[in-house]
Nanobody, 124 residues
Framework: QVQLAESGGGSVPTGGSLRLSCAAS??????????MAWFRQTPGKDREAVAR???????YYEDSVKGRFTISRDNAKNTLYLQMNNLQPEDTAMYFC????????????????WGQGTQVTVSS
């Protein structure tokens, strides 16, 4: 069982930066065995995968955030990060971190563990 807690959201102007964090508490397999991901969701839309980082630290990004967002993990601290630079109004959403044991899929329905989300708002 993994419990996830996001932090770091807020309101920034266009071009600004934010760093999201996701702290994990894990009572089962060690944190390093999980694929960790950031998803985002706006009202009326499905959650979309923004970035994923696998057990071997391979990373995957949604096309619109490539070159602007960086996902990373600190296994010693059981913490996931998302550094977001050059934020745009279309990045406004609720951001969620998610964990899935072993595999690293892109679909939200395939992740077993979710945080409560943190709001990111980018003003134009």
């Amino acid at each position: 069982q993994v419990q996830l807690a996001e932090s770091g959201g807020g309101s920034v102007p266009t071009g600004g930066s934010l760093r999201l964090s996701c702290a994990a508490s894990d009572s089962g397999p060690t944190y390093s065995t999980y694929c960790m991901a950031w998803f985002r969701q706006t009202p009326g839309k499905d959650r979309e995968a923004v970035a994923r980082i696998a057990r071997d630290t391979s990373t995957y990004y949604e096309d619109s955030v490539k070159g602007r967002f960086t996902i990373s993990r600190d296994n010693a601290k059981n913490t996931l990060y998302l550094q977001m630079n050059n934020l745009q109004p279309e990045d406004t959403a609720m951001y969620f971190c998610a964990a899935q044991f072993f595999v690293c899929p892109s679909g939200a329905s395939t992740y077993d563990y979710w945080g409560q989300g943190t709001q990111v708002t980018v003003s134009s």
